[in-house]
Each structure stands twice: as structure tokens, then as C-alpha cells.
């Protein structure tokens, strides 16, 4: 069975910090490993990573794929209130594009 | 194209009675899938559709629950009878590939 774990599970930092969430995972017939932003509502898609060692990055965030270890993660430099969210990874496998979530971590930044 | 369509966006009903959960997928993506949310669970894949066949229904929580896709552009998920235990945010994402993206969800309160 696919698995997921985040870790922290939550964290709170002041405006400014620099964080760093994790993200480990099983899979079989791994396809692509994603990362969300979830606020209020809906999860929103951040990055997909399907190879190894390639950061991808947008603005004050980024994130890198480590196949061999299995995991992870995903970066906020300066970060601002506004990032303030659950992180949510999951994998996906070759099987019509199946993900499975990990449990998130709950981010909170201060002013 | 305005992205993956749930409707309703908020429902109440009482215990016992039938809810109905709908969902418009974006166009061209050949995956569907329902999860459900709650604070005590995360996100939980309860159903997976491909090329409007379901795959994987594993995560149906009994037989309360039925999902179905009769055309590629639609999808409902039916709760017959629905119990305080099924009140959650129910989201709908779609895949044309590798990464998912998610509908609004339909916050589902059973009282």
C-alpha cells in the first residue's frame, strides 16, 4: 500500500524565516511526486517532480525530489502571512494517476 | 476553461436522507476522483474513475456509498442513507496526466 508522511505535522514561524517541510514516501510504479497549498478551500497544485536531483522552483518556494531516499521537500525563504496553509504531498503511481496524500503540514507564520 | 465544477457548495440535510454530490471535470482529462476531509482523517481517496471506469473503490467507506461517471464529463457521488458520521468536505479533482486538480468541494453537513 502507497504511503505518505509530512513531517513537521505543524509548525509556526515568524514572518522573515526560512522553513523547510518534508515529505517521505512508499510507492509502487512511482509516477510523480506532488506538493499543494491548501487554505480555506481546495488544495491548489504547486509542484510536480518526476526526476531526481532538479529543483523546481516559484518565487519564494521550492522544491527537490531525492528517488533514491524517497523523499521530498519543500522550501518558503521569506516567508510571508500569507503562507500561512496546510502543505499537502502526495505521490502518484503509474496506475491512472492514483495519488495518496500525506497527513500535511499545518504552517503558520507570524507577523 | 474554469477548472473542475462541484455543486452544491454547501449542503445540510437530515439523517437518513439521500445527498447527492456533483462534479464537472476540466475537459480532456481522463481521471477522475473523489476524496473526502475531515479534521480527524485528512484527505481520504474514497473512489477513482479512468476513462470513466472505476478503478479503484477501495476507499468506500460501506455501502452507503456509490460514485458513478455515465459520460466523461460528469460524475456524482451518492450517500443513501447518510449519517451524522458522513459530514465532511467532499472534493472532486481531475487528472489529464500527472497532477490532480481539485474542485472547490462540497461541504457536506448531515445533522
Known amino acids: 500500500e502507497d504511503k505518505v508522511v509530512q513531517s513537521p505535522l505543524s509548525l509556526v514561524v515568524h514572518e522573515g524565516d526560512t522553513v523547510t517541510l518534508n515529505c517521505s514516501y512508499e510507492v509502487t510504479n512511482f509516477r510523480s511526486l506532488l506538493w499543494y497549498k491548501q487554505e480555506k478551500k481546495a488544495p491548489t497544485f504547486l509542484f510536480m517532480l518526476?526526476?531526481?536531483?532538479i529543483e523546481k522552483k516559484s518565487g519564494r518556494l521550492s522544491s527537490i525530489l531525492d528517488k533514491k531516499e524517497l523523499f521530498s521537500i519543500l522550501n518558503i525563504t521569506a516567508t510571508q502571512t500569507g503562507d500561512s496553509a496546510i502543505y499537502l504531498c502526495a505521490v502518484s503511481n503509474t496506475n491512472a494517476g492514483k495519488s495518496t496524500f500525506g497527513d500535511g503540514t499545518t504552517l503558520t507564520v507570524k507577523p | 476553461d474554469a477548472g473542475v465544477i462541484q455543486s452544491p457548495r454547501h449542503e445540510v440535510t437530515e439523517m437518513g436522507q439521500e445527498v447527492t454530490l456533483r462534479c464537472k471535470p476540466i475537459s480532456g482529462h481522463n481521471s477522475l476522483f473523489w476524496y473526502r476531509q475531515t479534521m480527524m482523517r485528512g484527505l481520504e481517496l474514497l473512489i477513482y474513475?479512468?476513462?470513466?471506469?472505476?478503478?479503484?473503490d477501495s476507499g468506500m467507506p460501506e455501502d452507503r456509498f456509490s460514485a458513478k461517471m455515465p459520460n466523461a464529463s460528469f460524475s456524482t457521488l451518492k450517500i443513501q442513507p447518510s449519517e451524522p458520521r458522513d459530514s465532511a468536505v467532499y472534493f472532486c479533482?481531475?487528472?489529464?496526466?500527472?497532477?490532480?486538480?481539485f474542485g472547490q468541494g462540497t461541504r457536506l453537513t448531515v445533522v
Open positions: 518526476t526526476s531526481s536531483g
Open positions: 474513475f479512468n476513462n470513466n471506469v472505476p478503478i479503484d
Open positions: 479533482a481531475s487528472s489529464g496526466g500527472f497532477g490532480a486538480f
